[in-house]
């Protein structure tokens, strides 16, 4: 009975007993059978799987905890190897990823480094963790990001860092939910919704990838949860987990940001980071309102592109509009600034523009993507949103 | 798959004569037919062997031992719920018996309820700890129910394997009914003889055999080497040997294991059958068996008798020397 214990060494971990969710109370089994008590597992494992019959895992601990009463285990998820490796192995990367994931919470103080602000109008971001294969929902508490719950989820078969079409891989970046698929537009595959995001953005084109169609999407029927390397690169959560996010989720709006591996930091540090950036925004304003056509030049890179057009142009045209202005205005509102995973120093900011002058007045969504050149802040894109 | 030989994992049956000089409670009315009853069930007449056993009853209609011959009859003669209900019945009047929980068992694992096997054996146990036909079967039937976890856990066609599994145990019936339970009557696993009405014993306890039974120990790691073998789980099966295993043909180590995995791991599939084991204990630490063995694979199909010689260590028994053909 203890080689059972020794083969589950891996997994082991504390665990609050008695919670409610599948992966909980997968924990209260994994706890039971640390504590050697396995009677109690097997009770915990019994109960789970009879209120969800399509938790794969749950079935492959059971296994263990039958065959550990006929022969010594060799290794978590015992089976003679004529079965599917890969179904096998997907099964224990879950199991993994799901324990870590509660063992390891991140700490209170916490957050990541990429919601430096958010607007008024966003009520949440999600957040997702490739190597914890991890998503975590935080609410916009007065623009700073506040966690308030967090899912296993399932990504690319390839990993991540999607670059073409077809790579099976998940991309890296700051984006957002675009629009939402009801369940009865799809098929099963997709269980309880789809929620496609904005792959590829700005940014992405820049870099010259493609491909198309990445979605945070449910699973089918007949399993509660799949492997975590096993989509075409869409995020997929279980039907449960996907509609607890789906509550949150507003369309063009919520931003969906996907890293390798979370960067976290405290608040100070995100306090520091948002002052600074915002400094230079305003200071851009305050050019573009000042007609120094030069100074506000300035805040652009030589590397700069637009919809359609490399710096010189954008120089050229700027210079010309705005030798033409008597009097410009320019006001900024609902700002978010989205710090790029894997980028240095790459910060997506969004806002809507209020510009009025002698001629033309208009109010737009735009976004622009700012980098840190030599030490300062410089504009590498920007268009309409 | 159509042989006559028992598939590894077959459940082994109580023999009946276990508890019959045992009970004390009521004494056989016709204790020469119920032998008779014996002899020609034994020789496969299962009508005759009827006949006597009713006639037992008809003097004594109480009588355990003509009870339970008349359900193993049944169960040989296909009529499961006629077995199931005489059994059942067994149990309810003497609870202390482990045998007619561990046949009732048998007859459920080979409709493929495991779950209701798993029940019926683990009262087995509870009746007599020390019971080790139970013990193997429960072993068995706990690796059953896990195949069935696993095939649900990866998504496999199960139905497959439970049917397969249900026909091997049939046929080990018919052929071989009674053979099969001879090696856990042998002398050594003294608590079976036992005066049954003795109190209840220990509480109920899903644990290994207890090592007062060496002989136990090692059929079920003999079974468990088979088992393996058949598994085609190679990393298992040379687990079995202990480390200074004298090689058959004296050759290194890590050669004979490379040879092993190769043999193990090549064909599609492989089933190895242990038939009448005989135990015969060397001293605390060693043992030996011989037994029928059966290897059928994809490709080829041999019967050889085989001795493994046993040692234990560290608590294991390991496989020290092989030899064929005695």
């Given at each position: 009975m203890t080689r059972l214990a020794a083969a589950f060494a891996a997994l082991l971990f504390w665990a609050a007993a008695g919670a409610a969710t599948p992966e909980d109370r997968l924990s209260g089994v994994f706890e039971a059978i640390e504590a050697n008590q396995l009677d109690t597992a097997m009770k915990r494992v019994d109960a789970l799987i009879a209120e969800y019959p399509n938790f794969r895992l749950a079935y492959l601990v059971r296994g263990d905890l039958l065959l550990a009463r006929a022969q010594p285990l060799q290794t978590f998820g015992n089976v003679v190897k004529t079965v599917p490796q890969e179904r096998l192995e997907g099964l224990r990367e879950e199991a993994l990823a799901r324990l870590r994931a509660q063992r390891h919470r991140p700490a209170e103080d916490r957050l990541p480094r990429y919601v430096l602000q958010l607007s008024g109008s966003q009520k949440h971001a999600i957040v997702v963790d490739s190597r914890r294969s991890r998503l975590y929902v935080y609410a916009n508490d007065q623009g700073k990001p506040r966690l308030v719950a967090d899912y296993y989820v399932t990504l690319g078969k390839n990993g991540i860092e999607k670059t073409r079409e077809g790579d099976q891989k998940t991309p890296v970046g700051v984006y957002h939910v675009t629009a939402n698929l009801p369940r009865n537009k799809?098929?099963?595959?997709?269980?309880a919704g789809a929620y496609p995001i904005n792959y590829p953005n700005e940014w992405d084109r820049r870099q010259g990838r493609n491909g198309h169609g990445i979605w945070l999407h449910g699973v089918p029927a007949e399993v509660y949860s799949r492997a975590p390397r096993a989509s075409d690169g869409c995020i997929v959560l279980a039907n449960p987990d996907l509609q607890a996010v789906a509550r949150q989720l507003q369309i063009g709006v919520t931003p969906v940001i996907i890293a390798d591996e979370i960067e976290w930091t405290d608040a100070a540090s995100l306090d520091a980071e948002r002052a600074s950036l915002a400094a230079e925004l305003e200071q851009w304003r305050a050019d573009w309102q000042s007609r120094d056509t030069e100074r506000y030049l300035a805040h652009y890179s030589r590397e700069f592109s637009g919809p359609g057009q490399d710096y010189a142009a954008w120089a050229a045209h700027k210079r010309k509009v705005n030798s033409a202005k008597s009097w410009i205005k320019v006001g900024l509102g609902n700002v978010t600034m989205l710090r790029y995973p894997s980028e240095r120093d790459v910060v997506v900011v969004s806002f809507e523009q209020d510009y009025r002058s002698n001629g033309l007045s208009n109010v737009m969504k735009k976004r622009q993507y700012w980098a840190k050149e030599a030490g300062r802040w410089k504009i590498l894109y920007e268009g309409p949103a | 798959m159509q042989s006559s030989n028992a598939p590894r994992d077959a459940l082994r049956w109580a023999l009946p004569l276990l508890f019959a000089f045992a009970l004390g409670l009521s004494a056989p009315a016709r204790a020469d037919d119920v032998q008779d009853a014996q002899q020609l069930l034994k020789s496969g007449q299962r009508e005759q062997a009827l006949e006597r056993v009713n006639r037992a009853l008809a003097a004594n209609a109480r009588d355990p031992q003509a009870r339970f011959l008349k359900g193993l009859i049944f169960t040989e003669q296909g009529k499961q719920q006629e077995a199931i209900e005489i059994f059942t019945k067994l149990t309810q009047d003497y609870p202390n018996l482990p045998e007619p929980y561990n046949n009732l068992a048998v007859i459920y694992a080979s409709q493929g309820h495991y779950e209701k096997a798993r029940g019926a054996l683990e009262q087995s146990i509870r009746t007599h700890p020390s019971y080790a036909t139970a013990y193997e079967n429960l072993g068995d039937v706990y690796a059953k129910l896990a195949s069935q976890a696993y095939g649900k856990a990866l998504q496999l066609d199960a139905s497959n394997t439970g049917a397969q599994n249900k026909l091997a145990l049939v046929r080990d019936l018919v052929r071989e009914p009674i053979a099969k339970s001879a090696p856990t009557a042998a002398p050594a696993t003294a608590p079976k003889d036992s005066p049954v009405a003795s109190a209840p014993q220990a509480p109920p306890a899903a644990t290994p055999p207890p090592a007062a039974d060496p002989t136990a120990e090692v059929l079920k790691t003999v079974n468990g080497w088979a088992q393996a073998w058949s598994q085609q789980d190679a990393d298992a099966y040379l687990g079995y040997y202990a480390k200074d295993f004298k090689t058959p043909g004296g050759e290194a180590r890590p050669d004979w294991e490379n040879g092993r995995r190769t043999r193990i791991t090549a064909p599609k599939s492989i089933q190895v059958a242990v038939d009448s084991p005989k135990v015969t204990m060397r001293g605390p630490e060693r043992a030996s068996v011989s037994f029928r063995q059966t290897y059928r694979s994809d490709k080829l199909k041999s019967q050889s008798r085989k001795t493994l010689e046993l040692v234990k260590a560290d608590g294991r028994w390991l496989i020290e020397e092989e030899k064929a053909g005695k």
């Amino acid at each position: 009975m203890t080689r059972l214990a020794a083969a589950f060494a891996a997994l082991l971990f504390w665990a609050a007993a008695g919670a409610a969710t599948p992966e909980d109370r997968l924990s209260g089994v994994f706890e039971a059978i640390e504590a050697n008590q396995l009677d109690t597992a097997m009770k915990r494992v019994d109960a789970l799987i009879a209120e969800y019959p399509n938790f794969r895992l749950a079935y492959l601990v059971r296994g263990d905890l039958l065959l550990a009463r006929a022969q010594p285990l060799q290794t978590f998820g015992n089976v003679v190897k004529t079965v599917p490796q890969e179904r096998l192995e997907g099964l224990r990367e879950e199991a993994l990823a799901r324990l870590r994931a509660q063992r390891h919470r991140p700490a209170e103080d916490r957050l990541p480094r990429y919601v430096l602000q958010l607007s008024g109008s966003q009520k949440h971001a999600i957040v997702v963790d490739s190597r914890r294969s991890r998503l975590y929902v935080y609410a916009n508490d007065q623009g700073k990001p506040r966690l308030v719950a967090d899912y296993y989820v399932t990504l690319g078969k390839n990993g991540i860092e999607k670059t073409r079409e077809g790579d099976q891989k998940t991309p890296v970046g700051v984006y957002h939910v675009t629009a939402n698929l009801p369940r009865n537009k799809l098929t099963d595959f997709y269980g309880a919704g789809a929620y496609p995001i904005n792959y590829p953005n700005e940014w992405d084109r820049r870099q010259g990838r493609n491909g198309h169609g990445i979605w945070l999407h449910g699973v089918p029927a007949e399993v509660y949860s799949r492997a975590p390397r096993a989509s075409d690169g869409c995020i997929v959560l279980a039907n449960p987990d996907l509609q607890a996010v789906a509550r949150q989720l507003q369309i063009g709006v919520t931003p969906v940001i996907i890293a390798d591996e979370i960067e976290w930091t405290d608040a100070a540090s995100l306090d520091a980071e948002r002052a600074s950036l915002a400094a230079e925004l305003e200071q851009w304003r305050a050019d573009w309102q000042s007609r120094d056509t030069e100074r506000y030049l300035a805040h652009y890179s030589r590397e700069f592109s637009g919809p359609g057009q490399d710096y010189a142009a954008w120089a050229a045209h700027k210079r010309k509009v705005n030798s033409a202005k008597s009097w410009i205005k320019v006001g900024l509102g609902n700002v978010t600034m989205l710090r790029y995973p894997s980028e240095r120093d790459v910060v997506v900011v969004s806002f809507e523009q209020d510009y009025r002058s002698n001629g033309l007045s208009n109010v737009m969504k735009k976004r622009q993507y700012w980098a840190k050149e030599a030490g300062r802040w410089k504009i590498l894109y920007e268009g309409p949103a | 798959m159509q042989s006559s030989n028992a598939p590894r994992d077959a459940l082994r049956w109580a023999l009946p004569l276990l508890f019959a000089f045992a009970l004390g409670l009521s004494a056989p009315a016709r204790a020469d037919d119920v032998q008779d009853a014996q002899q020609l069930l034994k020789s496969g007449q299962r009508e005759q062997a009827l006949e006597r056993v009713n006639r037992a009853l008809a003097a004594n209609a109480r009588d355990p031992q003509a009870r339970f011959l008349k359900g193993l009859i049944f169960t040989e003669q296909g009529k499961q719920q006629e077995a199931i209900e005489i059994f059942t019945k067994l149990t309810q009047d003497y609870p202390n018996l482990p045998e007619p929980y561990n046949n009732l068992a048998v007859i459920y694992a080979s409709q493929g309820h495991y779950e209701k096997a798993r029940g019926a054996l683990e009262q087995s146990i509870r009746t007599h700890p020390s019971y080790a036909t139970a013990y193997e079967n429960l072993g068995d039937v706990y690796a059953k129910l896990a195949s069935q976890a696993y095939g649900k856990a990866l998504q496999l066609d199960a139905s497959n394997t439970g049917a397969q599994n249900k026909l091997a145990l049939v046929r080990d019936l018919v052929r071989e009914p009674i053979a099969k339970s001879a090696p856990t009557a042998a002398p050594a696993t003294a608590p079976k003889d036992s005066p049954v009405a003795s109190a209840p014993q220990a509480p109920p306890a899903a644990t290994p055999p207890p090592a007062a039974d060496p002989t136990a120990e090692v059929l079920k790691t003999v079974n468990g080497w088979a088992q393996a073998w058949s598994q085609q789980d190679a990393d298992a099966y040379l687990g079995y040997y202990a480390k200074d295993f004298k090689t058959p043909g004296g050759e290194a180590r890590p050669d004979w294991e490379n040879g092993r995995r190769t043999r193990i791991t090549a064909p599609k599939s492989i089933q190895v059958a242990v038939d009448s084991p005989k135990v015969t204990m060397r001293g605390p630490e060693r043992a030996s068996v011989s037994f029928r063995q059966t290897y059928r694979s994809d490709k080829l199909k041999s019967q050889s008798r085989k001795t493994l010689e046993l040692v234990k260590a560290d608590g294991r028994w390991l496989i020290e020397e092989e030899k064929a053909g005695k």
